[in-house]
Nanobody
């Protein structure tokens, strides 16, 4: 298992920005990609951004495209998610996850709450 610890959530005003961090440890050599998911109350967990660990290729969900940037620092085994122009509908628990050996997302962080005030 890869251990993942998120940080950076909190209360943000609509239109504001925040950056989430996710530090990975243990068996990081097995990481193929890292992703950020979010889950709002009553909704399914959705993948909003992912980055391939070696190439840095990124993908974004339509809901955040143009407002989110995922990046990684391989030396620090850390992935970041910067979100701009936050909307109330961005409020959710945000999770980072590791796709190990290209077998799907199978290691999860504990989640960090993001609240957006209007």
């Amino acid at each position: 298992q890869v251990q993942l610890v998120e940080s950076g959530g909190g209360l943000v005003q609509a239109g504001g920005s925040l950056t989430l961090s996710c530090a990975a440890s243990s068996r990081t050599f097995s990481i193929y990609a890292m992703g950020w998911f979010r889950q709002a109350p009553g909704k399914e967990r959705e993948l909003i951004a992912q980055i391939t660990w070696s190439s840095g290729r990124t993908l974004y969900a339509d809901s955040v495209k143009g407002r989110a940037t995922i990046s990684r620092d391989n030396a620090k085994n850390t992935v970041y998610l910067q979100m701009n122009s936050l909307k109330p509908e961005d409020a959710a628990v945000y999770y980072c996850a590791a796709n190990r050996y290209a077998q799907g997302y199978n290691s999860w962080g504990q989640g960090t709450q993001v609240t957006v005030s209007s």
